[in-house]
Each structure stands twice: as structure tokens, then as C-alpha cells.
């Protein structure tokens, strides 16, 4: 048995529960916890995110050049378009959603609280360029 596991990823932001709303209906998750603080969500394929408040919060600051992503969310998708469709109908924000040359086909998002995401037809096997 290892002896440190994979947790979940924590999102921090100024209201959880509205934030785990937009990541259910994307992932088609179910609630695994809810607190004053804190929602935890499962994906139907396992994948685990949690949201916690943050009073201070601030939305990241990408895609200005001198800022980098720090951390993002790449999920993998069949239909680019129709999970756009899902993403905008939800609340998130393209922020760059022109078609990527080469392979990857992906697109970037922002969630409801400004944190980016990219949905891609094939998961990344490069380093990231630029």
C-alpha cells in the first residue's frame, strides 16, 4: 500500500457551493460533502474536486503574459463544441478558445470564479511551449 495517496484537488474561492454546482453539471458529479467552508464532489469517472472558501479570494490573473497558470484543470472531451456549448451554458468564460494547431485540439476556459481550464480532444504529452 503506498503510503501517501492522491487526495482531491482544492479549489479556493469566495463561494464553494455556487462553484461546485458549475463542476457538477460539467462532470456530471454527485456531492460527497458539504460544509460551512467546504463542497467535495466526485466525477462519474472517480475524479475528485473540492471547493473552500476563501473571503479574500480574487480571480487568477491569466492570460496576462507576465502571469503564468500556476495550476489548471485539463479535461478530456469527445466533442469539443458541444462541451463548449456545456461550459458558456453553465457560466464559465472562453478565454482562448481558437483551435490549437497540431494534435491536442484544445481550448481554454475560465470556471464562474476565474479559474482556468482546457478541455482537449487528447491528453497532453508535450511540455508546455510558450
Known amino acids: 500500500m503506498a503510503l501517501v495517496?492522491?487526495?482531491?484537488v482544492v479549489l479556493d474561492c469566495a463561494e464553494p457551493e455556487m462553484l461546485a454546482v458549475f463542476?457538477?453539471?460539467?462532470?456530471e458529479a454527485e456531492?460527497?460533502?458539504?460544509?460551512?467552508?467546504?463542497?467535495?464532489?466526485?466525477?462519474?469517472?472517480?475524479?475528485?474536486?473540492?471547493?473552500?472558501?476563501d473571503m479574500g479570494a480574487a480571480p487568477p490573473s491569466w492570460p496576462r503574459p507576465e502571469d503564468s497558470f500556476q495550476v489548471h484543470l485539463d479535461f478530456v472531451v469527445a466533442d469539443l463544441d458541444e462541451a463548449e456549448?456545456?461550459?458558456?451554458?453553465?457560466?464559465?468564460?472562453?478565454?482562448d478558445t481558437r483551435d490549437a494547431a497540431g494534435p491536442?485540439?484544445?481550448?481554454?476556459?475560465?470556471?464562474?470564479?476565474?479559474?482556468?481550464?482546457?478541455l482537449r480532444r487528447?491528453?497532453?504529452?508535450?511540455?508546455?511551449?510558450?
Open 31 to 53: 456531492q460527497t460533502h458539504a460544509s460551512a467552508n467546504r463542497v467535495e464532489i466526485r466525477g462519474a469517472d472517480g475524479t475528485r474536486l473540492a471547493f473552500r472558501r
Open 5 to 8: 495517496k492522491a487526495g482531491v
Open 23 to 27: 463542476y457538477k453539471a460539467l462532470l
Open 104 to 118: 491536442f485540439e484544445e481550448r481554454g476556459y475560465a470556471d464562474p470564479a476565474g479559474h482556468s481550464f482546457t
Open 85 to 95: 456549448r456545456r461550459v458558456v451554458g453553465l457560466g464559465g468564460r472562453p478565454l
Open 122 to 130: 487528447v491528453p497532453p504529452t508535450a511540455p508546455k511551449q510558450g
